[in-house]
């Protein structure tokens, strides 16, 4: 699948293999374990190098905070599309979104899960790079607080980041001579 996906000659394909067949026991991961992250970064679009190249943080992350390979593949390509961390940067971004589980109630687990359709949200606030994973993951903790559960954090935040970029919103403040792009960018 991931040799058609990436259109991978077979030779291509052999190169793969012996690479997740390497990395397995340095991961602690299972070959076909490491091929399904794969398989959800090639088929996002990455090129193979760049998928194998986050398969070590990916799996560090799954195996420190019990997460599936799957969920944190697809956490770690909206954090490299939509947030602009670089491949490199993964294993920081990983660790940032897992610190702030830790000292919140919104885990890592969770965050794989909504992390996908939060960051292209994040992304329009003008926000890039591993310090927009950390800011997202503080942000989920606070909004969790007050929500029942993950879920309704999720959504609580979504709306909010979705108003504050609404041209109403802004015509609004606009009317009270507040400038929302102006205040974001000192916030920031």
């Known amino acids: 699948d991931i040799g058609i996906r990436a259109t991978l000659t077979t030779a291509d394909q052999a190169r793969l293999g012996a690479e997740v067949l390497r990395l397995g026991?340095?991961?602690?991961?299972?070959?076909?374990?490491?091929?399904?992250?794969?398989?959800?970064?090639?088929?996002?679009?990455?090129?193979?190098?760049?998928?194998?190249?986050?398969?070590?943080?990916?799996?560090?992350?799954?195996?420190?905070?019990?997460?599936?390979i799957t969920d944190l593949a697809n956490t770690s390509f909206s954090m490299y599309s939509n947030l602009k961390v670089p491949v490199e940067g993964i294993d920081n971004a990983l660790a940032a979104a897992a610190a702030a589980g830790k000292a919140g109630q919104f885990e890592l687990n969770e965050m794989a899960q909504y992390f996908p359709s939060l960051t292209a949200s994040y992304k329009a606030l003008g926000r890039e790079g591993v310090p927009a994973v950390a800011e997202l993951a503080a942000a989920l903790q606070i909004v969790r607080r007050g929500s029942a559960d993950g879920a309704e954090a999720v959504t609580n935040l979504s709306n909010v980041m979705q108003k504050v970029n609404a041209p109403a919103t802004r015509r609004k403040f606009s009317a009270f001579g507040v400038d929302v792009e102006a205040q974001m960018a000192a916030a920031q």
Not at 31 to 37: C, I, M, S, T, Y
Not at 43 to 59: C, E, R
Request: glycine fraction near 12%; charge should be neutral; proline fraction near 7%.
């Open 25 to 68: 026991p340095t991961l602690n991961r299972a070959a076909d374990e490491l091929l399904k992250g794969v398989d959800v970064l090639t088929g996002a679009g990455l090129p193979v190098g760049v998928s194998t190249g986050m398969l070590a943080p990916i799996s560090r992350a799954a195996n420190a905070y019990r997460a599936d």
